[in-house]
């Protein structure tokens, strides 16, 4: 043990690790329960207990650092190569769901469409499942093909990877011409590439959409990423991106059965500005309810970010063809489609383009995503890289090494 005195601020090598956020980290008996990690002493107990907090003494040896804290003699151990990764300001974040963590694209990043996985390897196979989910965590979206173009099957689509969130909307939604439709999606009129559910709060997280039949011609699906959109409007317009990113707007649907609002901003961003989600839905944005001053900006904002959405080289085009299942984040992604006719005797769904849709959220996805990870084997990788990149798959940390270890106090 180096008898260093009390310091605040341990010095290792390269590493600077505050006592106090070193005793937080701490993963003894003591500090968390040992069956599911829980911490049993949180942040602010830390932070009231222990305000002079200090390491009296430490040990670096066998890859493991052991600390005993002033003034009440707390030791703890942790290994070096997860402090290596998780120490403050190394950059591996927990739950980060922002542009920054995730990789933006454009058209030629994705000649061929998002990344496909056949349905069958995907049940089979936890290496195929997990570069299906983690294209959706990564890119914003995956096509899971071959799914049986049987009426439902969306919905066993939808539960293998997380929770189906029922709306209005109901459990599935049929996406087809109607003749009483209560919902432009239900009409064969071309789509401007959007999010759905603008108004509900909060927006459904991951959609999913099984072709049952394609159109004969017409009803291609067209999907942009969000982020780049977003990424790009800062770059040229910043005072548009600003506007976009500081003034909420209001969204409402008013349906036979449901009246849904809800005021929020059309682009998020995190704590350091990076984008984390994009709400564009022109059916569902209702005049602004701002300051007579900023109305000006307001719609100058709009039409920049529409102008940008509108860009040749952000659109990926796409023709589902049955069985083909579509994820993607709808909190991300962009979705549209091109203008398809009538049926051929006019009924509903006598054999023009005919989807299945639901909604999961990304939570459960990601939940299901990282239990891969964690119990799969070394195949299973942590990142999809956009098609034609070459990014080589990353191996995941085990679960031992995902938490500091117990100490034996
Ligand atoms: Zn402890």
């Known amino acids: 043990m180096n008898a260093a005195g009390p310091v605040t601020m341990l010095h290792l090598g390269d590493l600077a690790l505050p006592a106090i956020w070193l005793r937080d980290a701490c993963g003894c008996a003591e500090c968390r329960y040992p069956a599911t990690g829980q911490r049993l002493v949180g942040s602010a107990r830390v932070a009231r207990l222990y305000p002079d907090l200090a390491v009296e003494r430490h040990a670096a040896r066998d890859g493991r650092l052991t600390v005993v804290f002033a003034p009440d003699g707390h030791e703890s151990v942790f290994e070096l190569a997860w402090l290596e990764q998780h120490a403050p300001g190394r950059g591996a974040r927990l739950g980060d769901q922002s542009a920054q963590a995730r990789v933006a694209w454009t058209a030629t990043d994705l000649p061929v469409g998002p990344p496909r996985v056949a349905w069958d390897a995907y049940l089979r196979s936890p290496?195929?499942?997990?570069?299906?989910?983690?294209?959706?965590?990564?890119l914003g979206a995956a096509v899971i093909t071959e799914v049986p173009a049987r009426p439902g099957m969306v919905l066993t689509v939808g539960r293998s990877l997380g929770h189906v969130r029922v709306t209005n909307y109901g459990e599935l939604f049929d996406v087809r011409v109607e003749p009483d439709p209560e919902h432009l999606a239900y009409t064969g009129l071309a789509l401007a590439p959007h999010t759905d559910n603008p108004y509900r709060?909060?927006?459904?997280?991951?959609?999913?959409?099984?072709?049952?039949?394609?159109?004969?011609?017409?009803?291609?699906?067209?999907?942009?990423?969000?982020?780049?959109?977003?990424?790009?409007?800062?770059?040229?317009?910043?005072?548009?991106?600003?506007?976009?990113?500081?003034?909420?707007?209001?969204?409402?649907?008013?349906?036979?059965?449901?009246?849904?609002?809800?005021?929020?901003?059309?682009?998020?961003?995190?704590?350091?500005?990076?984008?984390?989600?994009?709400?564009?839905?022109?059916?569902?944005?209702?005049?602004?309810?701002?300051?007579?001053?900023?109305?000006?900006?307001?719609y100058r904002a709009l039409a920049a970010f529409g102008?940008?959405?509108?860009?040749?080289?952000?659109?990926?085009?796409?023709?589902?063809?049955?069985?083909?299942?579509?994820?993607?984040?709808?909190?991300?992604?962009?979705?549209g489609r091109s203008a398809y006719g009538p049926t051929a005797t006019g009924e509903p769904g006598s054999g023009g383009r005919h989807l299945q849709g639901c909604y999961v959220d990304m939570d459960g996805l990601r939940s299901t995503l990282e239990v891969l990870r964690r119990d799969g084997t070394r195949a299973v990788p942590t990142q999809a890289g956009p098609a034609g990149r070459g990014r080589a798959p990353r191996v995941v940390a085990t679960r031992a090494s995902a938490r500091p270890i117990a100490a034996a106090r």
């Open 307 to 335: 102008e940008v959405l509108d860009e040749a080289d952000l659109a990926v085009s796409l023709r589902l063809v049955p069985g083909d299942c579509l994820i993607f984040d709808n909190t991300r992604v962009l979705h």
């Open 127 to 138: 290496v195929a499942m997990a570069t299906a989910l983690g294209a959706v965590e990564k």
């Open 201 to 298: 709060d909060p927006v459904p997280t991951v959609q999913l959409l099984h072709c049952l039949r394609a159109a004969g011609a017409g009803g291609d699906t067209t999907l942009v990423d969000g982020f780049a959109a977003a990424d790009r409007l800062r770059e040229t317009d910043r005072a548009a991106f600003d506007t976009l990113t500081q003034v909420w707007l209001p969204f409402s649907y008013d349906g036979p059965t449901s009246v849904l609002t809800c005021r929020a901003p059309v682009i998020s961003v995190d704590d350091e500005g990076a984008v984390t989600q994009v709400r564009w839905n022109d059916r569902g944005l209702q005049p602004p309810d701002v300051a007579p001053d900023r109305i000006g900006a307001v």
